[in-house]
């Protein structure tokens, strides 16, 4: 079946999202080897400490854009920038207890799968719209309101929100005839109760 130009470019975009999130996996896998190879007999731990800030740097970078870009299909571990975050180098890393490093393994596993289960997600979306299958992509023109979409900043909708709290307090006052303002108003725009 020949897809739309429109269903072509949700393909395209889930191939390129699908590409963002493997290139940060293999990136996270880098980190985990260059963290495991430091301890080994023989290596330059001068060129890992090199290697590891700077694949640290790339994965705080890329994990941004990761993030900005997968919206609602964003699902990875909450800890994954803590983990890289609390790594200051491989020497720190390895003069810290057995326990902490085994803690560390253990949290940098649990984002390894929650980075899987996000790329998963994204090949089935892809795999569903070059089927044909329509599915839902989010952008950031919907998040920000671009596109023709109609969307509102957060000053304008803490604008409507304060207004909404406002008459919907006075509505109680007058419904509820709290301290007697209801009656006061309902006298001064001439409604009768009691009808």
């Known amino acids: 079946m020949a897809l739309s130009k429109r269903q072509m470019k949700i393909v395209e975009t889930l191939e390129r999202r699908v590409e963002l999130c493997r290139d940060f996996m293999n990136d996270w896998l880098l ?18 400490e090199n290697q590891f800030l700077k694949i640290k740097s790339k994965l705080a970078r890329t994990h941004r854009v990761l993030q900005q870009t997968l919206l609602d299909d964003y699902s990875l571990d909450g800890n994954t920038m803590n983990i890289v975050s609390g790594a200051t180098n491989l020497e720190a890393m390895y003069s810290q207890s057995e ?12 984002a390894f799968i929650s980075i899987n289960e996000t790329l998963g997600v994204l090949e089935d979306k892809k795999m569903r719209a070059e089927n044909g299958e329509k599915v839902f992509v989010p952008s950031a023109d919907m998040v920000h309101g671009g596109g023709g979409g109609g969307g509102m900043d957060a000053g304008t909708m803490k604008t409507i929100l304060i207004i ?3 008459i919907a307090a006075i509505a109680a006052v007058i419904f509820f005839d709290i301290g007697g303002i209801g009656t006061m ?9 009691g009808l």
């Not at 980190?31 to 890992?48: E, H, R």
């Not at 326990?99 to 649990?110: C, I, M, P, S, T």
């Not at 108003?185 to 109760?193: D, N, T």
């Open 31 to 48: 980190f985990n080897q260059i963290l495991t190879s430091y301890p080994n007999p023989g290596v330059n731990k001068a060129q890992l």
């Open 164 to 166: 909404a709290a406002v």
């Open 185 to 193: 108003y309902k006298e001064a725009l001439g409604i009768r109760s």
């Open 99 to 110: 326990v902490a490093l085994k803690k560390l393994q253990g949290e940098w596993h649990r």
